[in-house]
């Protein structure tokens, strides 16, 4: 269980916001790592599959304990487990295509089906899928078990239509590219529901960030530039610490709820029945 504060009353008070504003860094920052992810699975993977699946699941465990353990949003504590995620999402989707011999036309309409699931359950269990909602134990974990669902489902839709469909990394990039911009531009225009347009943008930079990476790192007779898994790894992650490390000092993606004062504004009147002055006609201090 989540440590909560107590009110007055005893009871377990509402944690803060669990996960950050969604501003344009956000966005960023989601691309980033879920190319990161890509890269860096497919690099621990090369150096050694036992290695590079311990690094998964202890370091997931781990990140994820660090986060649930937080009463807040901290940066640098939140990021670290989304980055965690993508890298075992990755993981997972790789590990039911090459360990399983299941091809990506399967596995990703089985990710989807899960995505959808663990939304649904989601959705019936706490009337909303809204992430500024994210202020109780339960919440978060269903927060959490779908990021890492649409990681694994990215991951699979990536590489179908890269690979499998072989339409290449450069001409995928497009198609997510676009993909990713119709629920913003269906929310700006034409009132899309604002929690439909952010988890399908959400589940979008999946692939699309898989795309870029891949297109950067493998050989050209995948129509890749051939950079290396290390070197795009490398690379993502010195931007990716940059990018978290300037987000926790100037703290502009903490979410600010407006807490009401609901006693504030409100010009004080006398009790009908007592005199002016008396002790009780007075406004209450607090």
Do not use: C
């Amino acid at each position: 269980m989540l440590p909560t504060a107590k009110t007055r009353s005893g009871r377990p008070a509402p944690l803060a916001a669990k996960v950050p504003e969604i501003t344009a860094v956000f966005w960023a920052l989601k691309i980033l790592t879920t190319g990161m992810g890509e890269s860096m699975s497919d690099f621990l993977g090369q150096q050694s599959v036992p290695l590079a699946g311990a690094i998964g699941i202890f370091g997931l465990t781990y990140a994820i304990r660090l986060q649930v353990r937080t009463t807040e949003y901290r940066a640098v504590v939140y990021w670290f487990a989304v980055m965690m995620v993508a890298i075992f999402g990755t993981m997972a989707a790789d590990g039911l295509k090459d360990g399983a011999g299941l091809s990506y036309a399967v596995t990703t309409p089985f990710f989807a089906a899960v995505v959808a699931v663990v939304f649904v359950l989601w959705h019936r269990s706490e009337g909303t899928l809204d992430i500024h909602s994210i202020t109780t134990a339960r919440r978060e974990t269903y927060y959490w078990i779908a990021v890492l669902a649409t990681f694994a489902l990215g991951t699979a839709a990536g590489d179908l239509t890269a690979l499998t469909l072989h339409l290449g990394f450069l001409e995928s990039i497009a198609i997510f590219g676009v993909l990713f911009l119709v629920p913003a531009l269906g929310w700006w225009q034409l009132r899309l529901n604002p929690v439909v347009a952010f988890w399908t943008a959400y589940v979008i930079t999946r692939p699309l960030g898989a795309s870029v990476v891949d297109w950067l790192a493998k050989p050209q007779s995948n129509k890749g530039l051939d950079l290396g898994d290390g070197v795009v790894s490398a690379g993502t992650l010195v931007v990716f610490v940059a990018l978290v490390a300037w987000v926790a000092v100037t703290r502009r993606d903490i979410q600010r709820p407006d807490v009401p004062q609901p006693h504030a504004h409100l010009p004080h009147v006398p009790h009908p029945h007592l005199p002016h002055g008396h002790p009780q006609a007075q406004p209450a201090e607090g």
